[in-house]
């Protein structure tokens, strides 16, 4: 099976309000993860991405963390914009291991309410 | 120049056809990636060229054909296409296979086959 899940298949929230993306995997040698965002109709567009050796990394309005110990990632948007509403993947590259290409996770659709 | 090229943006064919995909980088990427997306999944990787050298094919089967001409440009020859084809297809760039960095995603051809 995937080694990259989402807990959630669609999240709505408020305008304004903060957003929580989750994202499991299950594979202890992924050292490198990044969030994706994609809209309708266009390819995947980074959003911010960590390091294996990092559990937080912020950016702007968004902050990742990561904790290696239960396999959990996830993405914190804040204040939420109508612009904001898209899908959310999350990815990891496998170190070690002959295929070294980023696999995606399920997705999650947020859902902003004006 | 941060962008990566798909020409076209939207391609029908029959069965019996046979056509391709564009992909163009100029940001000096020397790994570059075929996915496949269909409706409401995750980009599925197919392909991963390095140093214009086919390094993964994920059991992709033989009607989809790759080329990396040069290190700037990524194809995807069709030929004799099921509907079950049909899907957003990505060229995605990154400075080095399976290093630790965003892959560059284009804004995807959207195939359909009838």
């Known amino acids: 099976g995937e080694s990259v899940g989402l807990h959630l298949p669609t999240l709505s929230v408020q305008e304004g309000d903060n957003s929580i993306i989750n994202c499991a995997y299950s594979n202890s040698a992924s050292d490198y993860f990044i969030w994706y965002k994609q809209e309708s109709g266009k390819g995947p567009q980074f959003i911010i991405d960590?390091?294996?050796?990092?559990d937080k990394r912020q950016g702007q309005r968004v902050t990742v963390l990561l904790n290696k110990t239960v396999k959990h990632l996830s993405l914190q948007i804040a204040a939420t914009q109508p612009g904001d509403s898209a899908v959310y993947f999350c990815a990891e590259n496998i170190r070690d291991t002959g295929r070294r290409a980023l696999t995606f996770g399920s997705g999650t659709r947020l859902q902003v309410q004006p | 120049d941060t962008e990566v090229t798909q020409t076209p943006k939207h391609l029908v064919m029959g069965m019996t056809n046979k056509k391709s995909l564009k992909c163009e980088q100029h940001?000096?990427?020397?790994?570059m990636y075929w996915y496949k997306q269909k409706a409401k999944k995750p980009p599925e990787l197919m392909f991963v060229y390095s140093y214009e050298k086919l390094s993964i094919n994920e059991s992709v089967p033989s009607r989809f054909s790759p080329e990396c001409p040069n290190s700037s440009l990524l194809n995807l020859h069709l030929h004799a296409l099921q509907p079950e084809d049909s899907a957003l297809y990505l060229c995605a760039s990154s400075p080095r296979q399976g290093s630790t960095g965003e892959l560059f995603f284009g804004e995807g051809s959207r195939l359909t086959v009838l």
């Open positions: 940001m000096g990427h020397r790994a």
């Open positions: 960590i390091r294996s050796n990092m």
